[in-house]
């Protein structure tokens, strides 16, 4: 059996977001990676286990090296990336993710994950969570100094301005915001005690539709699009924020402008997306929606985008009607510029 002093699984540590984040003194700030947490435990019997308590290791078998790395008896927080193109790729992450071994081990090969740590919880058997955060980062640096890919150490620092520089040129190395942490903050489990400092950015979109909520009597959620450059309306993401009031009177406008179609037709042309694509991942999900003539302008921000579309939910900020549709096009969105991912992690 493996000597932790704790048994697992267990819940991570969270973080509250925030889009100012605090400054010093008595903060840290660690780059946040796009990425699957994980918990490792090493030993005898290794563990690679999810934020939801779930074991990972199955899909990602080359990862059991890196694993093996670690001296007995110790546990690490950490976030599982796929590198392509020298930044982090969450959707060829996703597809690590499948129930088939021959996939996975085939994918193992053509998409190898790799694995940045950020905090020590148990080091060779001793439970470190009640330490301060400074002392388990020492903890960690030392350990790492015997490890080797795919292992990589996110940076640290205390430094306001450098933090604040991160904040920016790092998004483009696949850093999805700043952890911020107190220096002399414990390790508790399941509590949001860490701060996540996101971007927040602004976007005019057009609804080309919405679905259903669950209760059948009101909108679930609108979809949003944006005019690629020959001029179709490609779906970009969605929209759910909105009171149980609003929800039944927006289901009404919407009812009356119901369309045949609106996101650039059956979506085949290259460059043009549509909702309601099944996939593993939505599982029972009712992906049905209803198109809408392309007419109602909508205000949201949103945090980052993952190729074409928004990586999250995006949050409701105002209705456009003073918006023209044909400035609701792709270059209003920010894309990231700066560094890649091997030149950020060690």
Not at 255 to 265: M, Q
Request: contains cysteine; aromatic residues 10%; glycine residues 8%.
């Amino acid at each position: 059996m493996s000597d932790w002093p704790f048994e697992p699984p267990i819940k991570p540590m969270k973080a509250k977001i925030r889009v100012n984040p605090p400054e010093p003194p008595g903060w840290v700030y660690e780059p946040k990676w796009d990425g699957f947490r994980a918990i490792v435990w090493a030993g005898d019997e290794p563990r690679l286990d999810s934020r939801s308590l779930k074991p990972l290791l199955r899909y990602f078998p080359e990862l059991q090296p890196a694993l093996d790395q670690l001296p007995a008896g110790s546990v690490v927080d950490t976030e599982i990336v796929v590198i392509v193109n020298d930044v982090t790729d969450f959707g060829a992450l996703q597809q690590r993710i499948h129930p088939a071994e021959s996939r996975v081990n085939m994918l193992s090969e053509a998409t190898p994950a790799e694995i940045v740590a950020f905090d020590l919880l148990a080091d060779r058997g001793e439970d470190i969570r009640d330490h301060p955060y400074e002392e388990r980062r020492a903890r960690l640096e030392e350990m790492f100094k015997k490890l080797n890919y795919p292992w990589h150490l996110t940076p640290v620092t205390r430094n306001f301005e450098e933090a604040t520089r991160w904040f920016t040129e790092y998004e483009s190395a696949g850093c999805d915001g700043i952890i911020v942490k107190e220096a002399d903050q414990p390790y508790v489990e399941d509590k949001r005690n860490w701060i996540k400092w996101k971007h927040r950015r602004d976007a005019d979109c057009v609804v080309g539709g919405y679905r259903i909520h669950k209760d059948g009597d009101k909108i679930g959620s609108i979809l949003l699009g944006l005019y690629n450059d020959d001029g179709d309306l490609s779906f970009i993401g969605h929209c759910s924020g909105f009171s149980d009031h609003d929800r039944v009177e927006l289901l009404k406008q919407f009812e009356a402008i119901r369309s045949d179609e609106s996101f650039g037709g059956r979506g085949d042309e290259p460059g043009v997306r549509v909702p309601g694509a099944q996939s593993r991942w939505s599982g029972d999900k009712n992906m049905n929606w209803v198109p809408v003539d392309p007419g109602v302008v909508v205000q949201i921000s949103y945090d980052q985008l993952e190729g074409n579309r928004f990586r999250h939910a995006t949050r409701f900020e105002r209705w456009r009607p003073d918006k023209p549709l044909e400035e609701c096009t792709f270059d209003q969105l920010e894309r990231p510029e700066g560094t890649g991912f091997s030149n950020v992690v060690n």
